[in-house]
């Protein structure tokens, strides 16, 4: 372990200003969130993309979100195999455990990872073909959905569509696990599909009568 | 998909308010991080807990950090065998496709995850063996770590250590990935352990001279 | 070339305690600043006071901030006569090259130059007068601005009041560049006003609905 | 002015965390700085370049050092022809006024002002050589000085070489300055040249015995 290193300091000093003023401000709630135990009332599936912050978004404070962050947000389908599924154990500790009332899955405008399952689907990316590419295997799971938006000649609009088809796929994906599909079922949780641009600041929901992504 | 639900109204209107306000302030900064994409400083790997915020506690904004979160923060050791490894394929986007520079582990105190594992160790979370169990197979990361904190009769010290030990099991499994271990050998990469305290707003990192967490 | 001279030993020795430290654990964010260049989200434009240190009271580091520090941080008009315009260098750099979204100018407290103008308005200052003092010739730039300021008879306040005014001058003279205007008429610039109290450790605003300057 | 912008609140945050943190602890020091004005020991011209922070290097506090920052740290020689002239009247301010005993010339590596100041010399930035581009007319007082660079074939290797020639240039051009060269001349003040490597953390400075720069 003698590869560790210290924080940056200018992150140290950052931590301290907080913890003289925000957390200092908070203190009581920090410390009866630390005794009680988290409650929170959503589940949110984001992209590990640093520019998309949910919590900015929505105003969200400490203790309201569970956060799952990800490749482009995707759930992958069912599969009790005994292996490690780290998705999969956050929306099970989330619906299970923390009985979350809702589960919202963001996606976002310029997903690198969208964009690289694209470059594959089109033969343009072989370095993701590779069985030891992370990012590629992971990407299989939207993979399928290609044919959906393969059709669209323009590359923005196409990257727009199949940002928007990953929130379906992992939409979907989520049903296959008996206890969101119960969940749901019962009317104790519900699941959102939202699709955010990034430049524009939008915000864009799934509205299952339209059959498409509208504004919120 | 017919069970997709609108967002509930009190986050549009939170939305509508973050757009009004800090977006139309930062619009500028949005649609450049938009059309020339992200360029994050560092990784964070944190725990999916609601209570917490790393962007918070560092005072980060959109495009600084490239965050994945999952339960307990953990990082599964290199195994290219062609299936679905989420968090494998976060890690390597952020060094190999954006390079970072730093790679945080944030632990925290009160860590359901790690708790569970403790469960789990001692015979009393029979659930968590469940092949089926994603939570339980997913701690099956930290488990061999047990050994060390077996004999901490103290069950509040006893969590506090293993939630330690979960960060530095995950240090240790970041080396195990070529592309990592390459990196920091050569200098471009640099790893840091982290742990938090929710309720007293501490942060500690990991001291390689002390072999052991200290204040930053 | 004969007259320069080594660097104070004590300066050396502070620079290696950086070398060894700071840049020591931040060495993989230095060389990725080096090779892939910086992207500032931001340019400044402050006084050379050695008092004034943006980057510390806004917890700033490496890449963060384009940086331009002169007398009073002033702007002088748009004046494309091909001579030596060093501000306008610096500004033309930062908005056409690195496409900087956020510009702010840094006013402050017991700032020497505003004074200096003060003195020569009232007749106080002959040798700022003279042709040859390049500060008297740079703070014409905000002489015309006197007026406004010229019936507050107490000394500090009508100090303060002109710091503002070489702030509200600064950002009035930026509007004048064609690239500034046409930039913040798109959206993909904004300018800041702001002023900072040095012994108090303070910071204000130039609030446009309030048409004055406010705490932040 | 309605066009000008409240602080992004990100920097409303981190200033707030300096507030409760480093100006709280250091507040008798800054109200001293504040009611006894600013006596800085050493006057450093340096780079724009978001990269570049003297203080950071030199562990420079409040009050250290007066900074003047322009494109390419380049100082104009003497032209006492009643114009604006930014860069010559920090000298003056520091030299005449706050009586520096130290005046350092900080040069840097990846220097994109130099860059195009070797691109314009090459022929091949024609939009530098335009009347109107302030960049360009900047660059031009740098620019005789190619002749010394003008045999390097590497790219790199030239690039770095010029940028220690920017350092001269001002250095001889501080010396045009009939106040510099007469306080030179006394012993009350010392002129210095340095050069930071950005990506390595190195250090230069101009060694008069050997003609040229060398590692502090």
Redesign the interface.
């Known amino acids: 372990?003698?590869?560790?290193?210290?924080?940056?300091?200018?992150?140290?000093?950052?931590?301290?200003?907080?913890?003289?003023?925000?957390?200092?401000e908070n203190?009581s709630w920090?410390?009866r969130?630390?005794?009680e135990?988290?409650r929170?009332r959503a589940?949110v599936i984001s992209c590990?993309?640093?520019?998309v912050?949910v919590?900015?978004?929505?105003?969200?404070d400490?203790?309201?979100?569970?956060?799952?962050?990800?490749?482009a947000n995707?759930v992958?389908p069912y599969e009790?195999?005994?292996?490690?599924?780290?998705?999969?154990?956050?929306?099970?500790?989330?619906v299970t455990?923390l009985k979350v009332a809702?589960l919202?899955v963001l996606g976002h405008?310029?997903c690198?990872?969208v964009q690289g399952c694209i470059d594959m689907c089109k033969g343009l990316a072989p370095e993701l073909e590779r069985?030891?590419?992370?990012?590629g295997?992971?990407?299989?799971?939207l993979r399928p959905k290609y044919d959906l938006v393969s059709d669209i000649s323009d590359d923005a609009e196409q990257a727009r569509a199949f940002e928007r088809q990953s929130v379906?796929a992992s939409?979907?994906n989520l049903?296959t696990f008996p206890f969101i599909a119960e969940a749901?079922e019962e009317g104790s949780l519900?699941?959102?599909?939202?699709w955010t641009?990034?430049?524009?600041?939008g915000?864009e929901?799934?509205?299952?009568k339209a059959?498409a992504f509208a504004p919120?």
Chains 1, 2, 3, 4 share one sequence.
Request: charged share 20%; proline share 5%.
């Open positions: 372990m003698e590869f560790a290193k210290p924080l940056p300091s200018y992150l140290v000093q950052r931590y301290q200003g907080w913890k003289a003023t925000t957390y200092s203190r920090y410390r969130l630390a005794t135990g988290q929170p589940m590990c993309d640093s520019r912050h919590t900015s978004i929505f105003g969200a400490q203790g309201e979100f569970f956060i799952h962050r990800n490749i995707l992958p009790p195999d005994g292996d490690h599924h780290g998705t999969s154990a956050t929306i099970e500790y989330a455990v809702h919202m405008s310029q690198g990872g069985k030891e590419s992370f990012v295997r992971w990407m299989d799971i379906l939409l979907a049903m749901v519900s699941l959102h599909g939202l641009d990034i430049g524009e600041g915000l929901y799934y509205d299952t059959k919120v």
